[in-house]
């Protein structure tokens, strides 16, 4: 039996209603990997016309949630960078992504400059999928032909976000979607 697209998302709207705390999301996350694999759901939206860059699927009326393909033929990294306070969940379909996610080591005084450590590293493989959660920050690197799905608790581009550059330590606040944020 097949998992849609439509499936995700009924199943998604299913859990969020109740709440979306990390277990809830990590629920969602579940969900991903079968979609993730699904090969009628990679024939239609991860085919050869897929378009170039990032391209929403879906995007829920009640709940705000949304789901995103991306399709990147050279190889791309981004700066430690949060979603503000959406959850997210990058799923691979081809390719891999080198996920980090890092903490910051300075008190937050300074709005203008932080101090990063690398907590941890891992990662995702075809069909795997990894949640970020609340203001986590994290940052990705890819090689050629990479190609992931993308879910979150809310259209970024509404949020204020922060990314962090590793070596300067540099804060800069992000508002609307540029192509260097992921
Ligand atoms: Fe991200």
Same mark, same amino acid.
């Given at each position: 039996m097949g998992y849609t697209l439509q499936d995700f998302c009924r199943d998604t709207r299913e859990i969020l209603k109740n709440g979306s705390s990390r277990a809830q999301v990590e629920q969602v996350k579940t969900h991903m990997e079968r979609l993730l694999v699904d090969p009628q759901f990679l024939a239609e939206y991860f085919n050869d016309q897929h378009p170039?860059?990032? *391209?929403?699927?879906?995007?829920?009326?009640?709940?705000?949630?949304?789901? #995103?393909?991306?399709?990147?033929? *050279? =190889?791309?990294?981004?700066? !430690?960078?949060?979603?503000?306070?959406?959850?997210?969940?990058?799923?691979?379909? @081809? $390719?891999?992504?080198? #996920? =980090?996610?890092?903490? &910051? @080591?300075?008190?937050? %005084?300074? !709005?203008?400059?932080? @101090?990063?450590? $690398?907590? +941890? &590293?891992?990662?995702?493989? !075809?069909?795997?999928?990894?949640?970020?959660?609340?203001? $986590?920050?994290?940052?990705?690197? #890819?090689?050629?032909? %990479? &190609?992931?799905?993308? =879910? +979150?608790? +809310?259209?970024l581009e509404t949020i204020e976000r922060l990314r962090i550059d590793a070596k300067s330590g540099r804060v800069e606040r992000i508002h609307a979607r540029q192509t260097g944020a992921a």
């Open positions: 170039q860059g990032l *391209k929403r699927i879906y995007a829920d009326s009640q709940l705000g949630f949304e789901v #995103m393909s991306y399709r990147y033929d *050279k =190889a791309r990294s981004s700066q !430690p960078h949060d979603h503000g306070d959406s959850w997210a969940i990058y799923g691979q379909v @081809t $390719e891999y992504t080198e #996920m =980090a996610v890092w903490e &910051r @080591t300075d008190d937050g %005084s300074d !709005p203008d400059h932080a @101090t990063l450590r $690398e907590k +941890t &590293r891992y990662r995702l493989n !075809p069909g795997q999928a990894g949640v970020y959660y609340g203001r $986590e920050l994290h940052s990705i690197a #890819m090689p050629d032909n %990479s &190609r992931y799905l993308r =879910a +979150t608790g +809310t259209d």
